[in-house]
């Protein structure tokens, strides 16, 4: 009997072994490999893909915090913005920098890295502004506007927020499909983050749309946005590693150069020292 229970035993102890051996924590995985898998939308100046290659502030800091890991290659996953947390869920890579904001609502579902950037709204409509278009409210006044907004952004509530009835809200994939409905006619106007507009219009070189340059910035809890880095719920050793390398990289200076590089404001757009992930996912910022 002794002898069985002995076996018994050292059986089961193999096989937690074995099952501590297959779980090793994704810090020492990306570690071990060298490699960390990136999900990203395709959205600058935030995170896009151009030539093959991986670029945008987002982008830039993670890819230096996790030199700074000693983790030199990004495996890229694109992705539509709308599924990169579920993508995160699903295992499918290991961080999400799109330079997606933090809000208490996604805080239930991942872990934010501390804030890397902040940025305000915009607006972008038909050559002329030809409905006098310079704020949410201007679209709620009016029932017969459409806004298109892309799929999972903050700008669905917070328009909502300002007024704009559900009904009035055409959801697109991208920023490149709301600038396809604008001009189209499907759909009078389209918002996004300032920084997103922006660069989107100067890589379509469009004329026949603009960026509203008097927009008036919504008073919404959320405005100013905080991007950060996300991780998977439970990743608390590698969201602490990333941390910490962040904050070396904020405080030499680092994040603020790859922001100018990225067409941000190296100190209009970089968030304030006070300003903490949990404390915008406890709501203290909104």
């Given at each position: 009997m002794r002898k069985f229970l002995g076996a018994t035993?050292?059986?089961i102890s193999i096989l937690l072994l074995a099952a501590c051996g297959s779980n090793e924590d994704t810090l020492s995985k990306i570690q071990d490999e060298g490699v960390v898998k990136i999900g990203f939308a395709n959205e600058k100046p935030y995170a896009y893909e151009e030539d093959g290659e991986l670029k945008g502030a987002a982008v830039d800091i993670a890819?230096?915090?996790?030199?700074e890991l000693g983790v030199d290659e990004v495996d890229p996953h694109l992705a539509e913005?709308?599924?990169?947390?579920a993508g995160l869920d699903a295992g499918r890579f290991d961080v999400v920098t799109a330079g997606m904001a933090i809000t208490p609502d996604r805080c239930e579902n991942v872990i934010f890295g501390e804030p890397e950037m902040k940025y305000g709204e915009g607006l972008?409509?038909?050559?002329?502004n030809p409905l006098d278009l310079h704020s949410y409210e201007d679209i709620a006044n009016n029932p017969d506007i459409t806004v298109s907004i892309m799929q999972g952004a903050t700008e669905i509530g917070f328009v909502q927020e300002m007024g704009v009835d559900e009904d009035q809200i055409k959801s697109a994939p991208d920023i490149p499909a709301t600038f396809s409905d604008v001009e189209s006619g499907r759909a009078d106007v389209?918002?996004?983050t300032e920084m997103t507009l922006k660069m989107a219009l100067l890589s379509a070189d469009n004329d026949d749309i603009e960026f509203v340059e008097d927009f008036e910035q919504p008073d919404v809890e959320g405005n100013p946005s905080y991007g950060s880095a996300a991780f998977k719920q439970g990743e608390e050793e590698l969201v602490e590693a990333y941390n910490e390398a962040l904050q070396k990289l904020k405080d030499d200076g680092t994040v603020a150069e790859?922001?100018?590089e990225n067409y941000f404001d190296p100190v209009d757009n970089f968030p304030e020292e006070e300003v903490t992930a949990e404390k915008v996912c406890e709501g203290e910022f909104y």
């Open positions: 035993v050292l059986f890819k230096a915090v996790f030199k913005f709308g599924d990169l947390i972008v409509v038909p050559k002329g389209t918002t996004a790859l922001l100018e």
